[in-house]
């Protein structure tokens, strides 16, 4: 657990020069300081164990992803982003790295804090990357296919299980954040993809014999519940491997689900009701994302705007 040992290391030094030379309050510095404690915690519990020295832009982003998709107030996720700016801030004046990866992050813009999200085209790419004859082939099909069009997040991909599986009623049942629960139809060609994935591949390629005592849709080599970080790799996979040249995330998938909703005409309170979210303004950014595409479309693809170039 050195890098463990290393993130405790340099956040007390920086709670060190936040009290003494930076003079702020005591209740100031620990709520700075809890904020980088979940974002260490995040990164040991999804088992990347990053020295905070080597920690690149991309990996934070991720992280805001989370806790943007959490529904927290504008308030606590500014401060968080401050927090971690401060942090990084200090560890490139201490000579503890070269750069600072937050020095981009901007917490005015909300929607920087979405990763990209995927064309039609793209998603159908990403998914034509697999070669479902290799092994845990179908698994890694049926996961892509599952966050994308269920709009799952990483979390819920990873504790999908059996029994929240309704064929004939055609949706599932999901527990996402919270302990809340939500029902997602389940689009006939998905279904199809998880019915046969369970009923002639789920167990094929577990070692455990136990396996098929699980309930978890998703089984590593082990037969326990895949996890997030395998999850995680899995999606990065398949996307170099596809040629996007996005920065792809779990979320992407997600992401991807409700833009393209939205794109289709579906109310935007349907889509809060699909995704779990608590507050509609968590949703509204999809508004924001649909219409910059729309925005881009246009200047790309107007005669005016060809003929303005």
Aim: charged share 25%.
């Amino acid at each position: 657990m050195e890098s463990r040992g290393e993130w405790d290391m340099l956040i007390s030094d920086w709670e060190f020069y936040l009290r003494f030379q930076k003079n702020l309050s005591k209740n100031t510095v620990s709520a700075y300081v809890l904020d980088l404690i979940l974002l260490k915690d995040f990164f040991i519990t999804n088992n990347f164990l990053q020295d905070p020295r080597n920690i690149l832009e991309h990996d934070i982003q991720e992280y805001l992803y989370q806790e943007f998709d959490k529904s927290l107030s504008s308030y606590t996720l500014a401060r968080r982003l401050s927090s971690i700016k401060s942090f990084f801030k200090f560890l490139k004046a201490q000579s503890y790295r070269q750069d600072n990866p937050a020095l981009l992050l901007d917490g005015r813009k909300r929607i920087a804090h979405f990763p990209d999200y995927l064309s039609i085209e793209e998603v159908d790419a990403l998914l034509s990357a697999v070669d479902r004859s290799a092994k845990f082939g179908e698994r890694d099909y049926c996961i892509l296919e599952c966050m994308y069009s269920l709009g799952l997040r990483v979390s819920e991909a990873s504790n999908f299980t059996l029994s929240s599986l309704f064929f004939e009623d055609e949706f599932v049942q999901i527990q996402g954040k919270g302990s809340k629960y939500r029902l997602i139809p389940i689009p006939e060609s998905t279904a199809m993809i998880l019915s046969n994935f369970i009923n002639f591949h789920r167990l094929k390629d577990c070692k455990n014999p136990l396996a098929k005592d699980q309930d978890f849709v998703f089984l590593s080599y082990l037969g326990k519940a895949l996890s997030r970080v395998s999850i995680f790799k899995l999606v990065k996979k398949y996307a170099a491997a596809a040629g996007i040249i996005k920065n792809v995330f779990p979320h992407s998938l997600r992401h991807s689900y409700a833009t393209h909703l939205l794109q289709n005409g579906t109310d935007i309170r349907y889509i809060q009701e699909l995704l779990g979210h608590s507050s509609i303004t968590t949703t509204e950014i999809y508004t924001h994302i649909s219409d910059e595409s729309l925005r881009k479309s246009i200047a790309f693809h107007h005669p005016r705007a060809k003929h303005n170039k």
